[in-house]
């Protein structure tokens, strides 16, 4: 047993939090229904809004209490932001202004990665240094491509059989709820807002309970770049509450979801059941990664590793079903169980560390519940299954075999460190045609890796391009990595298919679902039709 906190190991002061409000207006505010609380209790010449804690998973122990919002502060928040579209400067400013003042806002990010990345550091349990170098920069970097893009909105001129002038206008769609899971806070904040900012859009933001921190701080920092007030709020609080609250408004006219297929439903719902506002839904996964006998077998052990292990699985594209074929496959297992042992696990500060815990005792239990149903299924662990260190949310890299698609382990996502191991065929008859594009060892591991009802991401390690354009083409999901897995760019589209939601983040697709189309048309001569 280890002791897993030291945060000095990094030499690395954890920052004072500063931010611990909602955002509302260009002001931090307490929240309403707490005030409201305390004027019943006669307590009025105080008043505080009520709050909730904010957690700590190397350790269990409390942050700090963040303001707890509602129904009630949405609906200032809504108010805020509908007058910022309606009467204020951002929708009307031209995309060069906006522009500017979001370059800016990156600015300000990269002036404060440390301390940003400390922040997701100890309220998700990610990597320091992975914040530092690769998630907070991620968060300024999108800042600047969508300001790239600002000015370059345009509709176009359309051709009619008629002697009529017509063209389209692409239009900032209105007010926005964006609302944020807990395992990229920083990435998905900006995924989300900064497109919307470069559309003219206004909103309100809804980070997920166990990660607030970071978004109050991305909020201050808009407002000293001057992003006008309404512009952009920030609404803390639980899902079923506040979150609610923005999936049924009446008045926002987008909802933007990242989080767990379950939880996109109930906002699908809401959107119907309220004022049918648009929906845009990035949701779970179970993602396949195949690996053809010809791939690197080293290479392909820490892929596939990295795949899962990455960000403690707390990923929504990880790599949670691995194909391997039959021929390198006995090789396979035991290069990546070495690999899997040697996982270092401990305080995200310290630079070693590959895993930090998981984001809450919630996710922790529900991860080691899914371990104890793969066992009692027949699924055969390999390696890990159990809790790591004397302390906090932690759990061993975990390794499956003896699963069958229809176990619960091989179609749930579990988000965690849990790997399902299985194994492909290659009879000698059919090995001679491997080259070949029709091969049936393909289809098979085509079909078994379509069989699921996510399509988020999948990937393919081959060395023969045939046969990765081929699988390419027959996935049935939103991101394919050949030879490679879990990379993005700013400018590449990101979604699901299926189950796994539609629309699509980063890239321009992730710019354009914040526009609508307008059509506009006048005769050419003086005719009246
Ligand atoms: P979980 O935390 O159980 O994994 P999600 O990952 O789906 O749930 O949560 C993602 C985001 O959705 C969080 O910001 C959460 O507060 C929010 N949320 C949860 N339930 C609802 C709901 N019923 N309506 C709107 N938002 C919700």
Redesign the pocket.
Known sequence: EQNNTSADQSHFKIPDIKFTKLFINGEFVDSIKGQIDCLHKDVSSKTIGRTFDTVDPRTGEVIVRIAEGDKEDVDAAVKAAREAFDHGPWPRMSGFQRARIMLKFADLIEQNIEELAALDCIDAGKLFLWGKLVDIPFGARLLQYYAGAADKVHGEVLKSSRPLHAYTLKEPIGVVGH????NFPTSNFFMKVAPALAAGCTMIV?????TPLSALFHAHLAKQAGVPDGVLNVVTG???T???A??SHMDIDMVS????T???R??MQ?AATSNLKMVSLELGGKSPLIIFDDADVDKAAELALNGILFNKGEVCAASSRVYVQEGIYGEFEKKLIEKAKAWKLGDPFDPETRQGPQVDK??FERILSYIDIGVKEGGTLLTGGKPWGSKGYYVEPTVFVDVKEDMQIARDEI?GPVLSLMKFKCTPKIRSCLRSVTCRTVEEAIERANNSKYGLAAGVLTKDMNVANRVSRSIRAGIIWINCYSSLDVGFPFGGYKMSGFGRELGLDGLHKYLQVKTVMTPLHDSPW
């Open positions: 609302i944020i899971p807990w809804k980070p997920a309970e166990q639980f899902g079923h506040a979150g609610a923005v999936s979801f990242t989080g767990s379950e939880v996109g109930l906002i809401a919630k996710q988000f």
